[in-house]
């Protein structure tokens, strides 16, 4: 979306490893303000297409906070002042802070898009006071010139020694990972808390020479040749791939694991009218479609009414791949978080 007059970045400075910005348009600003706290990864993007054109379209001056999701709502957690309207959050988050009752009781009559949403994805809202507004899923990035993967089960090759990065377990697809080392070892997670899993890690680690909290640190590494091989959610494919374009990405035929990203208003919103015209334009139609491009965000839509092209759904946790999508009890990975990261930094991180 263009603008008639240029949107100004007034303001930025870091706190505590995420970016806090201001963004309006200087025909628009002083109406109206929203303080929202997102996801670090493209940045960019996500001004251009979601911040900025909402700003313009509701009269709003828009601050930004950008960072890791378990980070922003650990600073949310223990900053009662904290300056934030509303947060953009990993599922397994969403439900952290949902019960800690760092959350605004959503009033969804005020989301005139929220009827477009699945019966699972309002189920999934309500329990939460949080509004799904896209799913995502992971896969295996890797370099074909390098390795020939099909499989889960390949990243244990030895031909990949030292070759592969995985996400950390506090990450968004941290505990998918523990999923797939226990689909590996041929027993769930929820079986025997996950005891087979890591020793399926611990088989794996030889392997891995990064277990990373940001996505966007394997660009170099693929460049580099320090990786041939990563598992990523599909929302880091675009990023990756326009800096290696020669890179591919792989979602095994066994399937993979879905996550929701959800936003809330938290408890303390000053502008919960903003806040609650935030949420609805983030799941209409028309910026659903937008984010859903690959040169946007490469976000799935939620939303019933968009409709994706064959080459829009590519990368993407939708049809296909969305019907291979098996879910995650983050219910019950949320309570062994706590012995699940204490066993994963034994294993990965020493």
């Given amino acids: ?17 995420t970016t806090l910005a201001t963004s309006a348009c200087s025909s628009n600003a002083g109406s109206g303000k929203l303080t929202v706290s997102t996801f670090g990864l493209a940045t960019k993007q996500m001004r251009s297409d979601v911040l900025n054109p909402f700003a313009k ?16 709502l650990t600073q949310i957690e223990h900053n009662s002042n904290s300056p934030v309207d509303v947060i953009e959050l990993a599922q397994n988050n969403a439900i952290t802070g949902a019960k800690k009752k760092l959350f605004r009781k959503l009033d ?10 699945s019966a699972d994805q309002k189920k999934l809202a309500k329990d939460t006071n949080t509004v799904p507004y896209t799913v995502n899923s992971f896969g295996i990035i890797y370099n074909p010139k390098k390795a020939h ?16 990065a995985i996400p950390d377990i506090v990450t968004t697809f941290g505990p998918a990972m523990l999923y797939v080392a ?11 808390n996950g005891k087979a899993a890591f020793k399926a890690l611990k088989q794996l680690k030889p392997n891995v020479v990064k277990t990373y909290s940001q996505s966007s640190d394997l ?16 929302f ?21 694991y879905a996550n929701y ?25 028309a910026n659903q479609k937008k984010v859903a491009s690959a040169k946007s965000l490469n976000n799935a839509p939620v939303n019933s009414q968009v409709k994706l092209t064959a080459a829009e759904a590519a990368n993407k946790t939708y049809g296909a791949i969305a019907q291979r999508a098996k879910t995650i009890d983050f219910y019950y990975v949320n309570k062994q978080m706590p012995s699940w990261i204490s066993q994963w930094n034994k294993i990965m991180n020493q």
Wanted: glycine share 6%; with cysteine; net charge positive.
């Fill in 108 to 117: 969804f009559s005020k989301l005139k898009n929220f009827k477009y949403l």
């Fill in 219 to 234: 660009s170099n590494m693929f460049k580099t040749g320090e990786i041939t091989a990563a598992v990523v959610g599909d």
């Fill in 182 to 192: 226990g689909d590996h070892a041929k027993v769930s997670v929820t079986k025997d």
């Fill in 149 to 164: 993967i099909k499989s889960w089960d390949d990243l244990w090759s030895k031909k990949l020694k030292g070759k592969i």
């Fill in 261 to 285: 990203d959800n936003i809330a208003i938290l408890k303390n919103s000053k502008n919960t009218q903003a806040a609650y015209k935030y949420i609805d334009f983030r799941i209409s139609e």
């Fill in 57 to 72: 379209k509701n009269n709003v001056k828009v601050s930004t906070q950008f960072g890791d999701s378990s980070t922003r």
């Fill in 1 to 17: 979306m263009k603008f008639k007059k240029a949107c100004l970045l007034a303001a930025s400075f870091i706190i505590a490893g």
């Fill in 236 to 256: 880091s494919i675009s990023m990756l791939q326009a800096t290696n374009p020669s890179l591919k990405y792989l979602v095994p035929a066994s399937g993979t």
